[in-house]
Each structure stands twice: as structure tokens, then as C-alpha cells.
């Protein structure tokens, strides 16, 4: 799911108001879904851009960053 201007603006609007005067239990689920529907996004970014970097070593080869093994 992308997130558009208009989710982040909805995002700010339900943080206030629950800081202002309480939210209902629609608007705490629906912010709860904006809030996970962002870091999606912005996991989905930050990976994208990782994938992209490539390291070139001092013999002027060059490769991509690999994922971490645990």
C-alpha cells in the first residue's frame, strides 16, 4: 500500500486529536492502520534503497550489499 500526502495528513490529524480530546474506537483502529501502513512503506523504501548501493573496494571492484546472516 502506498501512502499518499493525504494518509500522512490523516495521520497528524488523529495524533492531535487524541492528544485534544480522545479518539473513538473507529479512529483508534484506523489510525493504528495508517500507523502500520506507513512503516510498511517506509521499510519497503529504506530496503529498495539499500538494494541499490553498491560498495567499490580499493582494487576498483565493485558489488552490492548482501543481507546479513544471523
Known amino acids: 500500500m502506498a501512502i499518499t500526502e493525504a494518509d500522512i495528513k490523516r495521520i497528524n490529524e488523529l495524533y492531535h486529536k487524541s492528544q485534544n480530546e480522545g ?34 573496494r580499493p582494487d576498483g571492484t565493485r558489488e552490492k550489499l548482501k543481507k546479513k546472516k544471523k
Open 23 to 56: 479518539l473513538t474506537d473507529e479512529e483508534k483502529e484506523e489510525q493504528q492502520q495508517l500507523r502500520s501502513a506507513y512503516i510498511q512503506a517506509m521499510r519497503g523504501n529504506i530496503r529498495s534503497q539499500l538494494d541499490s548501493i553498491v560498495v567499490q
